[in-house]
């Protein structure tokens, strides 16, 4: 496949890496300073978006209305999700959105809410989520974390929402601790825990690079072809 990049910083090169072992050639590379319309598309069968949050939208009107599948790696951009769907059904074309689109990170995902959906019989324990990255990430909490929070939530009568702080400072019992730390060097950390005075279950996902996102992008971005719709990564892996 002829696919192009949006977005060029550690996971566009890891991502680039990955289309190559796989045999795809890179139709362009795009940064934040090219004019997407002096571009010429016509060869380019998808998109794989990995920018910053301030760009995604833009990024992917563009793509919808030029009929390029689109893969979106980026986050911090969901509160205009319900309006890029509905441009994707109108322009009949494709987009994968995911939070996280490691492999590892996804089957992560199904084994927390079924742990969740246990845990709603077990009420005098209480529950928390952290998320830990690189100090280079300019969301928080991260969409990963967000999504694991969502799972709980949806399980666990307790919760209404999730609050982005530490147990300790939670404004509102029926509220989840979804706590952020950022740290020099770390890929993705994610952990969530039940606990009360006689033990605790905890259960991690840690990734120990990039190539896990990366690898999930280009697989998601080889399922779309010839797709209409929008999906996700769970659509992708059939979980």
Request: proline fraction near 3%; charged fraction near 20%.
């Amino acid at each position: 496949m002829n696919i192009a990049i949006f977005g060029y910083g550690k996971m566009g090169k890891e991502i680039e890496k990955v289309l190559l072992e796989r045999g795809h050639t890179i139709s362009h590379i795009i940064s934040s300073k090219d004019n997407l319309e002096l571009i010429d598309f016509s060869n380019t069968q998808g998109v794989i978006e990995f920018s910053t949050p301030e760009a995604a939208k833009k990024n992917i009107v563009f793509c919808l209305n030029n009929n390029l599948p689109v893969v979106i790696g980026t986050t911090g951009w969901y509160d205009d999700l319900d309006e890029l769907s509905n441009l994707c059904d109108s322009k009949q074309t494709a987009m994968i959105h995911a939070t996280n689109f490691s492999l590892g990170v996804n089957l992560f995902f199904k084994l927390n809410e079924q742990l969740a959906k246990l845990m709603n019989k077990h009420p005098s324990y209480t529950c928390s989520v952290t998320e830990i990255h690189h100090t280079e990430k300019k969301d928080a909490p991260s969409g990963t974390g967000i999504t694991i929070a969502e799972g709980i939530i949806t399980e666990l009568d307790q919760f209404t929402d999730w609050e982005n702080v530490n147990q300790s400072h939670l404004t509102n019992p029926n509220y989840l601790s979804l706590a952020s730390e950022r740290l020099p060097n770390v890929p993705g950390t994610h952990d969530v825990k039940y606990e009360n005075e006689i033990d605790k279950i905890e259960i991690s996902h840690t990734a120990h690079n990039r190539k896990g996102f990366a690898l999930g992008s280009v697989i998601a971005v080889e399922w779309i072809v010839d797709k209409k719709g929008v999906f996700t990564m769970s659509d992708v892996l059939g979980l």
